[in-house]
């Protein structure tokens, strides 16, 4: 048996071998700090088309390295951030956005079921006792908690509320681990990514405080890589972030505060601080 694993990790290790990413082998060189400043931003907005799940400013792919040049190239050109975010949409479409626009071709897909549920529910209030009401309040009631296959719940509430957020995540939370819950499972986690792409939250990063210890990034449920934005003094936006503060709460050096972006684009911090270092220096 010892043989048949011995041969199989012999020939599935030059496949891991080549598979692993190498980082790119000639980083770009910026003119000042504004300009670095400017480029980290921009390409943390922007999706590796290769990875996909990943910010052209986190992903090693080999595309994503010619990308980032050409950005930059783009940039010294004279083009504005939304010029070159144009540029790569007309190459690869809406989906190299990682945080994609909300514009009149995309409203549908929004706030189209929340749109439907809403009418349904304001008909079935107007006009109770028609056969439009009742057709509509049947309509809102199957969604929500009146759905069953074969005498089977299968309803909002019985399969979000019960069985995904009660059962699941409270009773099995620990056995999944929360990365996998947060990410794959949670209903408030999806629903905060709903929320993220419309507010002004943000994870803000006192820069001359990180040591790029990674702990933010290795307590992160959702697999943001939260020190790329620490050890460069961004603005942490990423729309995959549920808010559970993980990597404020557990930054030794408190480099990390909740806040939000004001009409003025200024950064407006929270006054209660969000973990026990924080805390202390306050008292201090």
């Known amino acids: 048996m010892m043989r048949w694993w011995l041969a199989l990790l012999l020939a599935i290790a030059p496949a891991i071998a080549m598979a692993q990413v190498m980082g790119d082998p000639s980083p770009p060189r910026f003119a000042d700090t504004a300009e670095e400043t400017r480029f980290?931003?921009?390409?943390?907005?922007?999706?590796c088309v290769m990875c996909q799940n990943q910010s052209l400013a986190d992903s090693n792919a080999q595309i994503a390295h010619d990308l980032r040049r050409e950005v930059l190239q783009l940039m010294r050109q004279g083009?504005?951030?939304?010029?070159?975010?144009?540029?790569?949409?007309?190459?690869?479409?809406?989906?190299?956005?990682?945080?994609?626009?909300?514009?009149?071709?995309?409203?549908?897909?929004?706030?189209?079921?929340?749109?439907?549920?809403?009418?349904?529910?304001?008909?079935?209030?107007?006009?109770?006792?028609?056969?439009?009401?009742?057709?509509?309040?049947?309509?809102?009631?199957?969604?929500l908690n009146n759905w069953s296959v074969f005498g089977i719940q299968l309803d909002y509430y019985h399969v979000v509320d019960i069985f995904m957020a009660g059962i699941i995540g409270v009773g099995?939370?620990?056995?999944?681990?929360?990365?996998?819950?947060?990410?794959?499972?949670?209903?408030?986690?999806?629903?905060?990514h709903i929320y993220t792409r419309f507010s002004r939250f943000r994870i803000f990063a006192d820069k001359p405080k990180c040591i790029s210890c990674n702990v933010c990034t290795s307590v992160c449920h959702q697999g943001i890589d939260v020190m790329n934005f620490a050890n460069k003094g961004l603005a942490m936006n990423d729309p995959e972030c549920v808010r559970c503060s993980a990597c404020v709460q557990m930054c030794p050096t408190a480099t990390l505060s909740f806040g939000r972006i004001d009409g003025n684009g200024q950064p407006v911090f929270d006054r209660i601080p969000a973990s026990l270092v924080q805390i202390r220096e306050k008292k201090d």
């Open 40 to 47: 980290h931003a921009l390409v943390s907005e922007l999706r």
């Open 79 to 143: 083009k504005s951030d939304e010029q070159v975010k144009q540029f790569l949409v007309a190459r690869y479409g809406e989906f190299v956005l990682y945080k994609p626009r909300v514009e009149s071709k995309t409203w549908l897909l929004w706030f189209g079921p929340a749109l439907l549920l809403l009418v349904a529910r304001i008909l079935s209030w107007s006009w109770p006792n028609s056969s439009l009401g009742m057709m509509a309040r049947k309509f809102y009631a199957i969604f």
């Open 172 to 192: 099995m939370y620990f056995w999944f681990s929360g990365r996998v819950w947060c990410r794959f499972a949670c209903p408030l986690a999806a629903l905060m």
